[in-house]
């Protein structure tokens, strides 16, 4: 049974002194799926990506990487193993061109990481692959723009391009739409499907639209729990997700066309 | 296609602009270096020592501050131990030779800088500066209290002796050029190790520390590492300025010295290679420029009165500012 899934919770639970953040979560995420968690402001989302990556300790519960037990790994050694999430608020390294970004997470994987006394010129060895990836994201003129200075949506793009350099089998997205304007959704939209080929995604998403083009399954999180699991048409249907998660009829309307 | 030799003459462009920088860079370098090596035909050599050794102390704590983000507020005690180290040492045993008791104070400051980090690695921001504060105030404590320090009187009568049993360090202008050669050891190691592919993820750990650890990055042992080096550089700092002044003194174990190297690091511009050796030049000279005149009580006051200017107004530090400018006007 395992085998179906790349990763699953069991009884995954958050406590933040007595408040209960996550509560009972039992998460599969099939592979090959990209996986929607959906959820009001405050369900508990992030926090659910933040104890899959260790950045929180689970106060119970267990989280499953391809059936192996990786609850007791710290953060470092799961992003080797192959779980790259990205941040709510777009993570770059600012001060560094958008090249060297995309540099950092492939250095990551070369036994160099410790030497001090190494030119930094042994590094270019990884331009091209750094330029690859640039080219499939669209930003190959900003190679060497710092990366500050760069649009959101171009940002947010490098964000993705460094995530996947690190080859992750298991991509967790934190609202990567968040903040963008309709064309940059659609960007990132095809960057997404792009990226999961071969691959499973699992996506923290608020823009409806984005979560039913492009989810195979959705989880609805409410108060930290499971609400209800299933395609976008049977989540969407589901009156208790209208009540907790899109508020009024007409919202609903307006999302599913 | 057109498409395909837009692109590559986007990279020929490039590649062209990091040559020309690398270039300027070289000959701003070379022209300092040259400063360096005439500057005691008209500068007092015992100044000069104590600005590079100054300078190089500022520069081991910018390896922390300006390029990992780890701000200690307990570098005099590296400082400190090595200097104790090496003039207990070279005081107390006719056979130690001088660069022996140098190696000696500075490896001593590496162990003290590995326990500092174990401890304190952990925290982050204000606290990570306060857990070394503490320790580096039971530093201060033990060298008061030891009985092999001189306590409150410091070390004083330290032999410079010989270096490799030929030089004689008496002589000023030996003195100078040996401290000269040590100053810019730590400088290009620090210059190899920021430019290095460890120097890369110290960067990558400052700008945004969770995104490393998500890109596999275990931080701790980077941010170790280069608490490590810097303990290391500070306390053959010390050491040097121990043989040069022939004198170990308290003063450098004091929290007020770890302050004085955040306001020369600050003041010269956290963020670049050359900073903290121009802030650590600007401080000690005004330092002796106000102990000549009537403002000699004033000295502390008038430091605490630009470190806020500086924190105010110039966030990047006087090289920093220059270098904006720069960039400003030439391009
Ligand atoms: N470190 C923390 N300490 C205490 N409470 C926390 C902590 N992190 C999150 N919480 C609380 O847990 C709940 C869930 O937060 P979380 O950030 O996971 O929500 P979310 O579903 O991602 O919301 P959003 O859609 O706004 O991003 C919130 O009530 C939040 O205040
Ligand atoms: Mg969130």
Redesign the pocket.
Known sequence: MSDQYVLETRGLVKE?KG?V?VDNVNLQVNKGHIHALI?P????????FNLLTKF?QPTRGKILFNGKDITSEKSAAIARQGIVRSF?ISAVFPHMTALENVRIALQSFQGNTFHFWKSGRSLESLNDRCMELLDSVGLTEFADTTTVELAYGRKRALELATTLAMEPELLLLD?PTQGMGGEDVDGVVELIRKAAVGRSVLM?E?NLGVVSTLCDRITV?SQGAVLTEGDYKAVSSDPQVREVYMGTASSTAEVTE | MAGSTNESAIKQSIIQQRKSADRKKLILNLVLLAILLIAPAVLYPVFLMKILCFALFAVAFNLLLGFTGLLSFGHAAFLATGGYTTGYLLSTYANVSTEMGIIAGTAAATVLGLGFALVAIRRQGIYFAMITLALAQLVFFFLVQAPFTGGEDGMHGVPRGYLFGLVDLQNNTAMYYFVLAVFLFGYLLVQRTVNSPFGQVLKAIKQNEPRAISLGYNVNLYKVLAFVMSAGLAGLAGSVKTVVFQLASLNDAHWHMSGEVILMTLLGGTGTLLGPVVGAAFVVNLEYQLSQGALGDWVDAILGGIFIITVIAFRSGIVGEIQKFMKKNLS
Do not use: I, S, Y
């Open positions: 933040f408040f953040a959820g402001n405050g369900a508990g989302k992030t926090t659910v929180l709510q609202e923290v608020h999180l």
